[in-house]
């Protein structure tokens, strides 16, 4: 399936977000652990937590988690210490991604762990047992999900959990995160020195929960804004000023805070170097495009990962020159998403650089774009999202297997046609 995505002539919308993904899936798990009879309200819809939700509550001997990397970590941490046996498994890709790194630190703790095919990899035997271990030391710069799913298993360990970071410690706002909600939810942990986390044993309470929305959902509405907002200002600049500024892009995104637990809401800030302006209301956030953009974007995206293919193609597609770096984790994500960005890319006609695999950059080199690209999304669903506000500046933009955003936002196509674009089935040929 193929959708064609051409652009509104005017943006301007009030959108309602998704819920965040990353609070959902860390509240359920904590909820369980509490053995608590009140569910978090305004979960999120995604398939993410759809399966994380049937995984907590079914009692089948297999959990097929689907293509949630999320629910593969956390999951694997809850049912070491959750009385029975197991088997977790998911998609062909799900079983290619590595988990090595936390079978081995929960086997450490105690765990009885078997991978059920390939060393190393899901699917895993997982048989739930009181981990007797206290003290764990682990690489920084290995994923956060790791970490956390370490965290929150943390508190049902008789003498709690002491763990060590060692080098540098990539995506700690997820972390922050993570104890964050731990605390909401009645456990005591916290930071200790630079590089060590103490969480005290005694488990979890019952406590009411409301799930904020989803910043990394948010960064596709500045995008939007951003791209409409530089193509106005050329249209302007055509015709010597006279353009007239009340369709110019205005997007209200509901349910954000300003001081939201969400790494990912630095977003706001690194946009505000493309024209993006925020503003918080009552309600959320409006969005507005002001000033003039940065010449060349450089930041670190080692905290915010996951706004990576945002940005790489919004800086593209307004012809600002970027280096990115901190980007490690990108090659373990539903895809090499690496790779996948300057695949895509250069059907656009975008020559981008890989180094050491961290490190993305453009310089304003292109080649010979598609006549009529067909954007790829490797089952990943920020290849789809990231990719769509592209018809903003081209014609139209041509999305492969677009469904694939229902793993973080399923309503993100309903959300593009509310504020007016076009969403159309490809026809087959014949």
């Known amino acids: 399936m193929q959708y064609i995505v051409s652009a509104p ?9 998704p819920a965040s993904k990353s609070i959902s899936n860390r509240a359920l798990i904590l909820h369980s652990l509490a053995q608590s009879n009140i569910v978090p309200c305004n979960l999120s819809d995604c398939d993410d937590t759809r399966v994380m939700i049937r995984a907590l509550n079914e009692t089948s001997e297999q959990i097929d988690i689907l293509a949630a990397g999320t629910a593969m970590r956390f999951l694997t941490a809850y049912l070491s210490v959750t009385p029975g046996t197991r088997t977790i498994t998911g998609t062909k890709r799900m079983q290619q991604r590595p988990i090595r790194i936390l079978v081995d630190a929960l086997r450490k703790l105690g765990a009885q762990i078997e991978y059920a095919a390939n060393e190393g990899f899901p699917p895993l035997r997982i048989t739930g047992t009181e981990l007797k271990g206290e003290e764990i030391s682990l690489a920084g710069n290995i994923s956060s999900q790791y970490i956390s799913a370490l965290l929150m298993i943390g508190a049902m360990l008789p003498k709690g959990l002491r763990l060590h970071l060692t080098g540098d410690i990539i995506s700690r706002p997820y972390i922050n995160l993570t104890l964050q909600l731990m605390r909401d939810f009645g456990a005591k ?4 020195s630079e590089n060590s986390i103490t969480v ?68 706001a800030e690194v946009f505000s170097k493309l024209g993006v302006r925020t503003e918080y209301t009552d309600h959320g956030v409006k ?13 670190d995206f080692v905290d915010i990962p996951d706004l990576a293919q945002t940005f790489v193609v919004t800086c593209c597609l307004m012809n600002i020159p970027f280096r990115f770096t901190g980007l490690q984790s990108l090659k ?21 650089r890989s180094e050491q695999d961290s490190i993305l950059s453009w310089d304003g ?25 592209a018809c903003l500046i081209l014609p139209q933009i041509q999305i492969d297997e677009p469904q694939v955003v229902s793993k973080s936002y399923p309503s993100y196509w309903e959300s593009l046609q509310e504020a007016g674009f076009k969403v159309s089935l490809k026809p087959k040929k014949i």
């Open 9 to 17: 002539s005017t943006l301007r919308a009030s959108i309602q977000l």
């Open 287 to 299: 969005l507005t495009s002001i000033g003039v953009p940065v010449a060349r974007l450089v930041e």
């Open 189 to 192: 942990a916290e930071w200790t």
């Open 200 to 267: 005290h044993p005694g488990g979890y309470q019952e406590v009411p929960f409301t799930v904020e929305s989803d910043w990394s959902a948010a960064s596709y509405w500045y995008q939007m804004v951003a791209l409409q907002g530089i193509k106005n200002k050329k249209i302007e600049k055509q015709e010597k000023g006279s353009f007239n500024t009340s369709t110019y892009p205005e997007i209200e995104l509901l349910g954000l805070f300003s001081h939201s637990y969400q790494g990912d809401s630095r977003g």
């Open 332 to 352: 373990i994500k539903e895809t090499d998403r690496i790779i996948a960005l300057i695949t895509e890319l250069r059907k656009l006609g975008y020559v981008i």
């Open 365 to 389: 080199e292109r080649c010979p774009a598609e006549a009529e690209p067909v954007i790829s999304t490797y089952e990943d669903h920020r290849m789809a999202m990231a990719f769509a506000p």
